[in-house]
């Protein structure tokens, strides 16, 4: 679980009091960072994406969703889903019932997920998203 705390930590530093934001370090691809909403359950929930324009659209390389998860002081994050749209590829980790309730759980693609986060964030690190440097522009 220390990963989903990294995770968190990570994401709420990026995101820092903003609803949205967009995060611009020299020589890469934008990033932004959205508090999307609450899950069904009452989770907050925050998109991470990195992002391109094709043919006059917003493209996702990739995103991913995760759920802040608050339990006896610690806050994680948990993957919940991930996106790229240059490669037309859409995954979620839990299937919902009806009533919006998680109903089934990939743990193959929860644990892939995991490591892409890992090195993912890993990478955001070394090119100077977590710098005091990166460009911050607030969109709300």
Do not use: C
């Not at 999307?36 to 359950?41: F, K, L």
């Amino acid at each position: 679980m220390k990963t989903y705390t990294s995770f968190a930590t990570s994401l709420l530093t990026l995101l820092g009091e903003d609803q949205a934001v967009k995060l611009t370090s020299e020589g890469f691809m934008p990033l932004s960072i959205e508090d999307i909403g609450p899950t069904t359950d009452g989770h907050r929930q925050i998109a991470l994406s990195h992002t391109g324009i094709q043919n006059g659209d917003l493209m996702r390389d990739p995103e991913m969703v995760f759920q802040i998860i608050s339990h006896e002081g610690t806050t994680q994050a948990e993957p919940l889903s991930f996106r790229n749209d240059y490669m037309g590829v859409y995954q979620e980790v839990y299937r919902y019932n009806d009533q919006g309730k998680p109903s089934h759980v990939d743990n193959s693609l929860k644990a892939e997920l995991k490591s892409f986060a890992r090195m993912w964030f890993r990478n955001l690190k070394h090119q100077g998203f977590f710098a005091d440097t990166v460009t911050r522009e607030r969109l709300s």
